[in-house]
């Protein structure tokens, strides 16, 4: 099945503990993002990859950190979590560039003491 | 950089109604523009997309429009249903740009 899978799906830990969320894709995609979601926010681009070895900020990449090792996987790293970093992450991939339909992950609900 | 707003933030509508959400963007030379669906707990999923060299798109009970000089577009879901309960996200990706910016989202509620 074509998907886009997150791990973990939850996860609770407390300021300053490095944390690392995987995002991994079956699609052969080219282009890979990290979302987080926020009330009244909607959604914000953190990083995103327009392919292997290929990384770029989005809106919000203030401490985040990505890389992209292998197509297929992309994950997001905060060194030093903070509260604000409690948010709704997503990641997404699309087969190439933006402006091709993204297919989202089911998601990744972080809280940050 | 690009800025999306949407409105109304919430929409309630009768079943068997239509639903209108709109979207206005600052860059004029943006030139993508999806709608994506987010259902409860679920990712965002692609409903519907237009690009600036169209106007209107349709995918049966779901189409969009584009005003290129007013810098907006909508979308139209005609005869809903229950099912069409969502959060409802614009997109406006700059030309040369490799990043989408969203809007804050339409919760839509459909009254059975």
């Known amino acids: 099945e074509a998907q886009v899978t997150q791990n973990p799906r939850y996860l609770i830990t407390v300021t300053g503990k490095k944390l690392t969320v995987t995002c991994s894709q079956n699609m052969n995609h080219e282009y890979m993002s990290w979302y987080r979601q926020d009330p009244g926010l909607g959604l914000r681009q953190i990083y995103y990859?327009?392919?292997?070895?290929?990384?770029d900020k989005g809106d919000v990449p203030e401490g985040y950190k990505v890389s992209r090792k292998e197509k297929r996987n992309f994950p997001l790293i905060l060194e030093s979590p903070s509260p604000n970093q409690t948010s709704l992450y997503f990641c997404a991939s699309s087969l190439q560039g933006v402006d091709n339909e993204q297919f989202f992950g089911p998601g990744t609900r972080l809280t940050v003491l | 950089g690009e800025n999306v707003e949407q409105h109304p933030s919430t929409l309630s509508v009768q079943e068997g109604d239509s639903a209108v959400i709109k979207c206005t963007y600052s860059?004029?030379?943006?030139?993508?523009f999806p709608w994506y669906k987010q259902e409860l707990g679920k990712g965002p999923q692609l409903i519907i997309d237009i690009r600036s060299n169209v106007g209107e798109k349709k995918d049966q009970r779901i189409a969009v429009t584009l005003n290129k000089t007013a810098k907006h577009f909508s979308l139209h879901i005609t005869e809903t249903q229950p099912e069409d309960s969502a959060v409802y996200f614009c997109a406006a990706r700059p030309w040369g740009n490799n990043r989408l910016a969203f809007g804050k989202g339409n919760q839509v509620v459909v009254i059975p």
């Open positions: 860059d004029s030379a943006s030139n993508y």
């Open positions: 990859s327009m392919n292997v070895e290929v990384t």
